[in-house]
């Protein structure tokens, strides 16, 4: 059944001139890509994003950096979307990215870590609501 899932390109990979090599690589693995956008998030967006990690110590950080530039933001559409789109990814780590995800092959470190993707259905419905509410 088709699903939809939130995928974000992440400023480290906008900044290396990747994200056309992994806007390929989403289309070649059969996702229809519904909505894009390129923005650079407000602190404040980025913390609000991510606001389920608030306690984490990685926090701060992580949201200063999802703010340091310009992401590209994408509503993509599949059958099993969500769970495909964590497997293309790979591991949260690059170190731990299996060869052939996008992670192990852009990645930086476990925070710049080139992409994001939404973890469940309910999330996937949450993120895009956030990002792309009342433009639907
Ligand atoms: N992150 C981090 N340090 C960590 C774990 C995660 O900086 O120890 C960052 C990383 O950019 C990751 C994001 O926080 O993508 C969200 O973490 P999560 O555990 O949800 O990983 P994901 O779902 O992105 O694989
Ligand atoms: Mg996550």
Not at 28 to 56: N, Q, W
């Amino acid at each position: 059944m088709t699903e939809k899932t939130l995928a974000i390109i992440k400023p480290d990979a906008v900044k290396k001139k990747v994200a056309g090599r992994i806007i390929q690589r989403i289309e070649d693995e059969g996702f229809r890509i519904a909505r894009m956008e390129m923005l650079r998030p407000a602190r404040e967006l980025a913390e609000g994003f991510y606001a389920v990690h608030k306690s984490k110590p990685f926090f701060g950080s992580l949201t200063e950096f999802m703010s340091s530039g310009e992401i590209v933001v994408m509503l993509l559409e599949r059958d099993d979307a969500v769970a495909h789109w964590r497997a293309v990814m790979g591991a949260t780590d690059p170190a731990l990215a299996a060869p052939g995800t996008i992670r192990h092959a852009f990645g930086f470190s476990i925070e710049r870590n080139a992409v994001h993707g939404s973890d469940g259905p309910d999330t996937a419905a949450w993120e895009i609501d956030y990002f792309f509410k009342n433009k639907t």
